[in-house]
């Protein structure tokens, strides 16, 4: 198996000697999102991240579904692919799976990725097909003026909802970490530096790398993570993920729980008990735990990457199968396929 | 005792039995024996969608027709010859469709009370009296090949499951069938299991050694080879003709083969074939559901390759939107349709016209396909290939109509020289010193550059909303809108399809009878049998939906009356009045079979005669 997935995500896209910056992947066209959009923050991120990679710019694709998130391919001068809505994983997949030699990328929203296009999602997640999915959560529908989205909390009051919404939503982590994701990560829109450590992660996993980024709305839901910028609670909340360090916030750390699960606790009472962080345990079940500690309301929300373990990407073993075919009957020829079944011949 | 031999020009043999007898699998076997003795064959499965429905009831009933004779034939014929029935569900689901004096070959051993009362039967047919119009032989296969198996180390259970070599080797004996391929076959098909591979093998040979040796059948049949035109001949159905068929195109237009697809009858052969084929370079996804088998086509095709999607009318309906896409995206697709019967689920195992008018309009927009129909099951490998043609030339999704009749059906296929198969390559777009304009387009084809990702020069934004001719930028502007939703029209109905041709022998005659896709093989019998009889009617068939050929109006406008029977209610008739004003005689049964040439023949007279 050639796939080591980390370090090696990009192992077979072109790189390029050429020096990149930051305007080589500013396309020309006008951006459209509105003032103050959490949007602007995550292209800006990307692309001046782009550059780091090094490749060529040619074998870099960004498709994404429909939403206010998914205009972002335009602005990128790489190639691009805005399709229709919630189906930007399956086209990707057919991309990424007959073209190892690209950079694949998927923008997509809360309500494209988990509500129309959710199927496409979770199977996208399971077969490890070699993608970036950077999934722009703002919990609620902004390109159709602001209905409740899938990731909404219950008693949402928005116009497709006066009485507040009956759903339960959708914990994105929880969700791709149950479809058994490679890649599994979490960041936050304001917070650039730690936005572009998970893509450099993710974009160094081969397979698939699921990043929910929060992203905020500020015409329909504004402020829906304001706890996670507000500079008086935002340490105290915020449970670093990294691999390998203790799982603790300014003041609460996290702890095996007597029922089996976790509990966050007050630091001082932690003592040796704080849970370190391993990414790669083949078993998702902590990494799911950690992923419930933000319900219900957000008291305290781990922020990084959940979840890195090595496994087979899906264009590799497609490729396999299509050179083990090769190796055992040599390459199709079109007239023995013919001429291959029971014939006769007359005259 | 020496037996009579009869020469017969032509047969028609129906195996019936439950779903788990071994029906499909007797016929097939049937089939391959006919092929390689000579014959022009045609076939007819017919077989509920259930895996396995109660046993031995007339919804359980499995059936296999074939047509074989000493001539060139054009369908599996209308009614059978011989009726094998392994039980009294299989006799009463198919005596109606036996004409008087044909022969009927029972298994006694199945008409036991019980299963004469699941199907209704008060009393047991084979001793009543109630078939003396037809010739009956009463044999007890299950108890027979038991007996032949008996030095075998097999339960009872097992050695009855033989009853199906039995029946085909008492059928081979009848009419003279060679038996080595069978035996060859079945020795393969257990190598695994010997002791089952040799009972079948006894079961087999018992069966021919009891047509010769009993006195129950006095005549023999022999049906001599027919005159084909020369050439490499092999069986095949319309599934993997297609399935062929796009393998083919892949190798004639150097792109790689990428499938996305979901299972559903009857398209899930076409799947299956293309998936033994990955030397070929080719990728078969199977989706998580029909719109991601689309997607990941699509997804394939922005990226290079040769993008497919089967699928039958349900997958179809989800499919749209993403169609749409690929229609405003300008990117070759090829949609394999194989019609089956509506609305909803329907009738999955039965076929159908009438996806034509949902591939013509079946999405929003001003969204042109253009259509191809395959007329026969072995032109389901021409027609995929020109249905790929279209795709790549015009950058466009094209639909590739196929049916459950010549998705299952076989006939025998002379094989195509390679070297002789249409080069369809293409060439992607290069950098050039001007700038790059996604939707420039070539001033003969009205088709847009293929540029693909990894091409260092080209970076360029597709997507679903409309774009200005030209540089592709997103555009609200109304006047670049209309000329847009012109040339994706214009486009279409500029595709270069042959002309229409018409079999008018004498040129004389006054009535044409028109039809596409399937009805092919019943509408060519129908007419030879009115010719034959000095009647007079011309006959055109139309494999191109979309755009139709040029001189189509001219063809319906030159005769006094048009006939077009469709297994639908007149789905194409109501196109071509529209385009034509042409006052269309339609024929229309939507029973989930094919036409009949006697029934095709009567509609025709009857117009003829109306004039």
Redesign the interface.
Known sequence: MSDTLNGKGLALV?KTDAKQTLKDFK?D?EVRWCPGCGDYAILAAVQSFLPELGL??????F?SG?GCSSRF??YL????????HG?AP??????????P??SVWVITGDGDALSIGG??LI?ALRRNVNLNILLFNNRIYGLTKGQYSPTSEIGKITKSTPMGSLDKPFNPISLALGAEASFVARTIDSDRKHLQSVLREATAHRGTSLVEIYQNCNIFNDNAFEQLKDPEIRDDITLRLEHGQPIASASKAVVRAANGGLDVVPLAEAGDRVLVHDAHNPDPSVAFALSRLDEPAFEHVPIGIFRQVERPAYDTL?AE??E???A?????D??D???G??????? | MTKQVQQLDRVVIRFAGDSGDGMQLTGDRFTAGTAEFGNDLSTLPNFPAEIRAPAGTLPGVSSFQLHFADHDILTPGDSPNVLVAMNPAALKANLGDLPKGADIIANTDEFTKRNLQKVGYDANPLEDDSLREWRVHAVPLTSLTVTALEGFDLSKKDAERSKNMFALGLLSWLYHRPTEHTISFLEQKFAKKPEIAKANIAAFQAGWNYGETTESFSVSYEVKPAQLAPGVYRNISGNQALAYGLIAASVQSKLPLFLGSYPITPASDILHELSRHKRFGIRTFQAEDEIAGVGAALGAAFGGALGVTTTSGPGVALKAETIGLAVMTELPLILVDVQRAGPSTGMPTKTEQTDLLMAMFGRNGESPVPIVAPSTPSDCFDAAIEAARIAVKYRTPVYLLSDGYLANGSEPWRLPEVSDLPDISTEFAVKTDEEFQPYVRDPETLSRPWAIPGTAGLEHRIGGIEKANGSGNISYDPNNHDLMVRLRQSKIDGIDVPALEVDDPEGDARVLVLGWGSTYGPIAAAVRRIRKSGGKVAQAHLRHLNPLPANTGEVLKSYDKVLLPEINLGQLALLLRAKFLVDIISYNRVRGLPFKAEELAGVIQDVIDSE
Do not use: C
């Open positions: 072109p396309s066209q060529r710019r040619e074998n870099i694709v498709v429909i391919p335009y001068d790489t190639y691009g692919f805005h399709s229709i189906r399956a086209i990707a997949t057919g991309l990424a799976s007959s073209r030699d690209l199927n496409h199977h497609m199968q299509l083990e075919a090769v055992q009957k040599g390459p199709g079109l007239s396929l013919l001429m079944g029971d014939t006769w011949r007359i005259g």
